[in-house]
């Protein structure tokens, strides 16, 4: 059974910073493209950004470019998420996902078979 666990949201004071981790189980992601999206109450799930397995692909939504970073560790089967530079239209439930490679509909929904639950990242005075 493949398992995403998405962790490290929180409360964040606007220009703070937050890391958030994707760990797996159930599948072995040196093999897999991760793409982390966010939902706003209100809006559609959006994608943020996408790393394939191999990190030759990376990929950031414009809103994130130069503030948010993603990162893998193959070993620990876990994919990061940097967030610097914190805003409050950031604030949203932050998703990982997988997929077979970042291609060029990376930000497509409907291109992940596996998702996590979310994690909260509420950023607010």
């Known amino acids: 059974q493949v398992q995403l666990v998405e962790s490290g949201g929180g409360l964040v004071q606007p220009g703070g910073s937050l890391r958030l981790s994707c760990a797996a189980s159930?599948?072995?992601?040196?093999?897999?493209?991760i793409g982390w999206f966010r939902q706003a109450p209100g809006k559609e799930r959006e994608g943020v950004s996408c790393?394939?397995?191999?990190?030759?692909?990376?990929y950031y939504a414009d809103s994130v470019k130069g503030r948010f970073t993603i990162s893998r560790d193959n070993a620990k089967n876990t994919v990061y998420l940097q967030m610097n530079s914190l805003k409050h239209e950031d604030t949203a439930i932050y998703y990982c996902a997988t997929d077979f490679t970042c291609g060029a509909s990376w930000y497509d929904v409907d291109e992940y078979d596996h998702w996590g639950q979310g994690t909260q990242v509420t950023v607010s005075e």
């Open positions: 790393i394939s397995s191999n990190v030759g692909y990376i």
């Open positions: 159930g599948i072995n992601l040196d093999s897999r493209a």
